[in-house]
């Protein structure tokens, strides 16, 4: 399992709470882990809505780029967010 991280430590986690709340306000984000791949962070965020899971990643330059005000990110954390929320295929049946 990949190591679990609390959104303190997670760059501009409040915005990407924003983001998917402004797509769809029954979400739930559960958990967010960090993934090291190719010597680059990535950070998988886990959401829940109703009885259905699903896990979208994204890149930590995209979030620290985020933080440092880039322009462009935001609209770049908009599409990553609706590609994978939108899609059917994302959302899983939750184990109970």
């Known amino acids: 399992m990949d190591?679990?991280?609390?959104?303190?430590?997670v760059p501009s986690y409040k915005t990407v709470?924003?983001?998917?709340?402004?797509?769809?306000n029954t979400i739930i984000i559960v958990r967010t882990y960090y993934i090291i791949?190719?010597?680059?962070f990535t950070f998988r965020f886990q959401l829940i809505k109703k009885d259905?899971?699903?896990?979208?990643?994204?890149p930590g330059k995209l979030l620290t780029d985020l933080k440092n005000k880039i322009l462009?990110?935001?609209q770049e954390l908009t599409d990553?967010?609706?590609?994978?929320?939108q899609s059917p295929e994302c959302w899983i049946d939750f184990e109970k």
Do not use: G, Y
């Not at 190591?3 to 430590?9: F, I, K, T």
């Not at 990553?80 to 929320?85: A, C, E, Y």
């Open 52 to 58: 259905k899971i699903c896990m979208v990643d994204i």
């Open 17 to 24: 709470e924003e983001k998917i709340r402004q797509i769809d």
């Open 80 to 85: 990553i967010l609706n590609s994978h929320i």
């Open 37 to 40: 791949e190719n010597l680059s």
């Open 72 to 74: 462009a990110s935001e």
């Open 3 to 9: 190591p679990q991280v609390s959104e303190e430590n």
